[in-house]
């Protein structure tokens, strides 16, 4: 989408692009009433700067839009298209791998009670299970702080997935 169309949009449209970056209220009422944007760049720096205000129960609100690591995506809707490709390396991974990131999960929601969150693009299958391994060290504290980090990072490379300042980039 071209930033002039976004910032042009009626504000419902504009939440419904925003809510797939980060199912946050709060955040997605903030970045769509902080247009026009003069780029991408300033648009990110904004969400960004208010990602950084996230509580845990603002993690919480947007989990139910992240599926777990390897679990198959269902569904046609743009968050579902976006966990696909974000997911991509694990339709590719090792046996092994698939195994310890499944039995890694469940450990994970016993222990955290909630669904495993990693920014998975430019992730390795390898690289997803150390890390789920070393975040199951985390004391629960430490883990929401860095899923909530997790949340950001991925909202960032949707929202830098989504806008275009290229006029040949709209949609």
């Known amino acids: 989408m071209h930033l002039t169309a976004f910032n042009a949009a009626p504000p419902a449209p504009a939440a419904e692009v925003v ?3 980060a199912d946050i209220p709060g955040w997605v009422d903030a970045v769509v009433a902080g247009r026009p944007y003069a780029d991408v760049d300033a648009l990110a720096a904004y969400a960004e700067n ?3 205000t996230w509580s845990p129960a603002d993690l919480e ?3 139910h839009a992240h599926p777990r ?3 198959t995506v269902s569904g046609d809707n743009a968050e579902a298209a976006a966990s696909r490709r974000e997911q991509a ?6 046996d092994d791998d ?3 990131i499944a039995a890694g999960n469940a450990a994970y ?3 955290f009670g909630r669904v495993f969150l990693i920014r998975a693009a430019g992730r390795t299958p390898g690289e997803i299970r150390s890390e789920l391994e070393r975040r199951l060290r985390n004391t629960p504290d430490a ?3 860095e899923a909530t980090r997790q949340l950001a990072e991925i909202a960032l490379l949707r929202l830098r997935g989504t806008m275009t300042d290229d006029p040949e980039g709209t949609e």
Do not use: H, N
């Not at 390396?89 to 090792?94: E, L, P, R």
């Open 89 to 94: 390396a694990m339709t590719t991974a090792a």
């Open 19 to 21: 809510r797939v970056w």
């Open 109 to 111: 929601e016993k222990r």
């Open 50 to 52: 208010l990602a950084a």
């Open 98 to 100: 698939v195994a310890a």
């Open 69 to 71: 690591i390897g679990a």
């Open 143 to 145: 883990e929401t702080l």
């Open 61 to 63: 609100r947007a989990l």
